[in-house]
Structure formats: C-alpha cells, structure tokens
C-alpha cells in the first residue's frame, strides 16, 4: 500500500544537505512483501556499499602477497588500526592517542575496568544507569564479584522519576549525595538503550570527580548518534561498539577512550598483550611488557583486519558528512516524528524518550500500553523493521546518513493504521 507523501514534507527532502549519503549503502528493498521501512540503525547500522570494495582489497592483498600484507599495500596490517584512529576521534571529541579501536565492546569494558574500578572498603561502589544492557549489568556485576564484593551492596543503579523512564539532573545529584563518597566508579550508557535518554555526560563526569570517582560511560547507542566531546568532558575512559549508528558490521569491532591524563598511567594495572606493547621494541620479542602511551596500550592482540576493512568505509562517511549536520538532521526527524503521532499518546501508546531535543538522540522509544506486541508485529507486516524490546518498547531510530523525512513520514502513518486495526 503505497504512502501519499505530503509537500511539506517532501520539501524536507528536497532541501536535506545529507540526502546524497543515502545512495552510500546497500538498503533492504522489502520485508515480508511490503517496502521496506528500516528503523533499526540503534542495533544494527545498514552496509556501507563501499565495505565491499575495502574487504575486497584486503582479500586480494592476502592471496597475492601472504604474509607481507602486514607490512606492504595502501593499507599494510600492521598499522593498520591506525587508519582508522583520526576519524574515531573526531567522531568522540578525542585526541588521537586517546583512542584506539579493539576487541568488542564488553571484552573493552572488562579491560578497563580492571585498570579503573579498584574498589577498597568503604569505596567500591558503582553507579550504572537506568535500566541498563543487560551485558552491562553482567559485566559490572561479575567485577564486583571479581574484587570480593556483594552486588546488592556494591552496584547502584539510578532511579527514573516516579512513573517516568526519565532519569533527571536532580535524581542524579541525589544519588552522588547518598553514595557519593562510597561510590568508586561510574559506568553509565550515554544514551541510555531502552528510553532514548541522552545523558548530560559532562555533568555526571563533573559529578563523579567531585565525589573522588572515576568517570566511565559505555557508549553503544551515542558514537555516530550524537556529538561527543569526550577529551573536554574529563571523562576517565570510554567504550562503544561500531555495529549500531557506526555502521561497520554486524558483531563489529570496539573503540575505547582513555583520558590523556592517564596516557602515562603505567602504574595503572592492566590485563597485558603483545599489541600493547611499545611499538618499536615489539618485534624483539623481550620477556618484560613496556606498555605504549595513550589508549594503545590497553590494546591485546593484533586486529582482524576485515572488520576493520569495513569501518574504514563508514568512518570515511562519518567524517564526509560531520557529527554537527547528522546532529541536526536527526532532531528534525525525531520532532516531526513526535509532532506526527504526538495524537496518539493515551490509551495505547507512550513516548518514554524526553521530550527535550538536548536530552535524546535518533532514538523514539514507544511504551506500549499492556505490553501487547501485537502492534509490533503490525508495523512489521506492513514493512517497518524496527525493534521490540521486553517488556513492552517498540524502538525506532532515523539515521540521518541514510534515513529520509519521506519515511518519517510513513511510519507514523502505517503507527497509526496499526493501531486503528
């Protein structure tokens, strides 16, 4: 059933500087027999059609050179996650020795962890977010664990304001007042997966440093959602996946931030590997670990250099079209999506993310009432791939590098058919 697309909203089309990205990557034409409707950049970005090309000379390289591909080639292995720190830092607000790309997300968050979160009695406690991943929570909790502490004792989570999924300043500054000298650390989503809510980092860093804390943020659903300033925040460390709104493949690889004022921090403990090691003593092969400077040296093992093929070419992208234009884009179409179904709220649905353009990302989370799935399923069979997430949230992302204000557009009318029926 084909849309009628209003002219206003076609004129948003018309003008959008970002349109010509969208020819940049391989879209699902249908699903389940209808156009296909692709909301689902929060948990698995769309291809980069120029990923093909990277792997392709990477294949070619390693069936015609062998093992000199590490060292020969546009892009020689050896170095090669280092093509892609500049742009990764430009997408973090980082300096360039405060990233590098590895391992995947929650394999980063333990390791960092082990070098930031060294709980003693009377502090070791940690503050994590709303409603949290659930690998976040594990993680955290096993640590814990690790360091001889009970969770329930030592793990805090933060409370949204009654009959809310809002987590507001006040809740914050709350929890820092009756935990604050015992918390040790934070680990806190910056845009949290289940509501939508982009937390004010800065604030919660500031917050943390107050009170003696380190400040850590698991970053999944805000690299490549929203402009991060993670060197000027203060933040202690970070870590994100590239698979959501970074597009580079499904099970892709991580990123981590850590501070400059730690780059020297060789007194920090560390879970050690070779790639870890200073670069130019590496390949002699020394008994004693002499760690590099700089996020480099949390690193473990040499990459896989396919993945890392496959980021090159949305990075590329990223870097093309600027975090503060994606910026944009993906307010106007989180507002008209709101404005358009803003008639909805009542009996059957609830928009859960904040209301405040400052406080949210390219994520609508819609709280279905009675947790009936249903309607889920309803705009699945009209052609939305969109994401159900227990016990009762239908979560939809526009990503501006491919995402149009036509499908906006769409949604909400195929939201509001499904309803009706």
């Known amino acids: 059933m084909s849309i009628e697309i209003p002219d206003h909203v076609m004129e948003l089309d018309r003008r959008d500087s970002l349109a010509g990205f969208r020819e940049n990557f391989n879209r699902p034409e249908t699903f389940n027999g209808e156009k ?31 093992v000199e591909g590490h060292v020969k080639g546009k892009y020689p292995w050896m170095p090669y996650h280092e093509f892609l720190t500049e742009k990764m830092a430009e997408i973090t607000g980082a300096k360039k020795e405060e990233v590098v790309v590895m391992n995947s997300l929650t394999v980063n968050l333990h390791l960092l962890m082990v070098s930031f979160y060294r709980p003693v009695p009377g502090r070791f406690k940690i503050l994590i977010d709303y409603h949290p991943f659930p690998s976040d929570r594990y993680a955290v909790e096993s640590q814990i664990r690790f360091h001889g502490f009970d969770p329930k004792d030592a793990m805090i989570e933060l409370q949204p304001e009654p009959g809310t999924a809002y ?11 009756r935990h604050g000298d015992q918390i040790a650390m934070t680990l806190i989503g910056g845009v949290n997966y ?6 004010d980092m800065k604030f919660i860093t500031d917050l943390a440093h107050k009170h003696g804390a380190i400040a850590g943020f698991d970053l ?34 991580s990123g981590i931030f850590v501070h400059e004022r730690h780059a020297k921090r060789f007194d920090l403990p560390r879970f050690a590997g070779w790639w870890g090691h200073d670069k130019e ?12 400077p700089g996020a480099e040296g949390w690193q473990l093992s040499n990459p896989p250099i396919l993945p890392m093929a496959c980021m090159q070419a949305s ?3 990223f870097h093309d079209a600027g975090m503060e234009a994606l910026r944009k884009k993906s307010k106007k179409m989180i507002s008209l999506c709101e404005e358009l179904v803003k008639d909805l709220e009542g009996e059957k649905i609830e928009l859960i993310t904040p209301k405040n353009p400052e406080e949210r990302g390219c994520q609508l989370s819609i709280r279905v009432k009675d947790a009936r ?4 399923d309803r705009i699945s069979a009209r052609g939305v791939i969109a994401d159900w997430r227990e016990p009762d949230v239908i979560r939809i992302a526009f990503a501006p590098l491919y995402n149009t204000y036509a499908e906006v557009y769409e949604f909400t009318q195929i939201l509001r058919d499904s309803i009706d029926e």
């Open 36 to 66: 296909c409707i692709y909301l689902c950049g929060n948990s698995l970005g769309l291809q980069p059609a120029e990923a093909e090309e990277f792997v392709r000379l990477e294949m070619e390289k390693w069936a015609k050179m062998g």
């Open 167 to 177: 987590v507001s300043k006040k809740q914050i500054e709350d929890t820092f007042d």
């Open 194 to 199: 289940y509501s939508g809510q982009l937390y």
């Open 220 to 253: 999944a659903h805000a690299a490549g959602n929203v402009p991060l300033k993670l060197h000027d925040w203060g933040a202690d460390f970070a870590a994100w996946c590239s698979y959501k709104y970074l597009n580079s493949g499904p099970g892709a690889l």
């Open 281 to 292: 003593t590496r390949f002699k092969m020394g008994p004693d670990f002499v760690p590099m």
């Open 315 to 317: 990075l590329n992208l």
């Open 373 to 376: 799935r249903d309607l889920f």
